[in-house]
């Protein structure tokens, strides 16, 4: 989740409190288990994209507000090089449902993801290590996103999965393909929720999932009941 820029107040500063970073202990949980070889962004952020270029893993971020990526790059959250602008058609806003594109819209935004498919289909032939892709976008491509790209990644981090978005994010990824293919773990927090789809094979530690879910309730004042871990 973000929110549009602002011309009185730096985008670090408008987006410092606790609620837009909730995903923080699922993505220190995933930094810390597995041995990751690349880090796929859509959807950047002044929590998430950080995190990830200190960690020092190869990264590539894709960001689809043309303003928001701009005033990033301006206050050196990231370069241009870092993350680049996934172009969507003229008048797609961050929070229209895909329901509500035109058929033009979406071939248009299907043709960019495929290409971008293709391209990591022949890089990631080099890469034998863990591969994760971070879900932070526009909300008429999310769940496009972890559709088209799911087969190339061992593990996928979604934000805003709390019951009440499934409907506007429009969201199926726990019909059966996934359930076979990955194991589902949702992390609850007072605002919004994250899940993570592990791919089956890999080694799950729910005790180091609590250590970094406790970690944020301390850090936001937050009793340690007001996270919880929902499987599947």
């Keep these: 989740m973000k929110r549009k820029p602002n011309k009185d107040k730096t985008m670090v500063e408008l987006m410092e409190g606790w609620s837009w970073g909730s995903h923080t202990p699922c993505l220190k949980y995933i930094l810390a288990k597995y041995d990751i070889g690349k880090i796929v962004e859509q959807g950047t952020g002044v929590h998430s994209t950080p995190l990830f270029l200190e960690s020092g893993i190869k990264y590539q971020g894709y960001e689809e507000d043309a303003l928001f990526r701009l005033q990033m790059i301006e206050e050196g959250v990231y370069s241009g090089e870092q993350v680049s602008l996934l172009t969507l058609p003229n008048g797609v806003n961050i929070m229209q449902m895909f329901s509500e594109l035109s058929d033009t819209d979406v071939e248009q935004i299907i043709f960019e993801y495929d290409k971008l498919?293709?391209?990591?289909?022949?890089?990631?032939?080099?890469?034998?290590?863990?591969?994760?892709?971070?879900?932070?976008?526009?909300?008429?491509?999310?769940?496009?996103?972890?559709?088209?790209?799911?087969?190339?990644?061992?593990?996928?981090?979604?934000?805003?999965?709390?019951?009440?978005?499934?409907?506007?994010?429009?969201?199926?990824?726990?019909?059966?393909?996934?359930?076979?293919?990955?194991?589902?773990?949702?992390?609850?927090?007072?605002v919004p929720y994250t899940t993570m789809l592990i791919r089956k094979g890999l080694d799950i530690d729910y005790d180091l999932i609590r250590k970094y879910m406790n970690e944020y309730c301390d850090m936001n004042g937050w009793t340690y009941d007001q996270m919880d871990i929902i499987l599947g």
């Design 117 to 190: 498919y293709y391209e990591m289909l022949e890089e990631f032939k080099d890469i034998s290590k863990v591969k994760l892709l971070f879900v932070d976008g526009f909300t008429a491509t999310r769940n496009l996103c972890i559709n088209m790209w799911n087969t190339l990644f061992d593990i996928i981090i979604v934000h805003d999965t709390e019951p009440n978005s499934w409907e506007h994010y429009q969201y199926n990824f726990r019909n059966e393909y996934f359930k076979e293919h990955f194991n589902i773990i949702s992390v609850t927090t007072p």
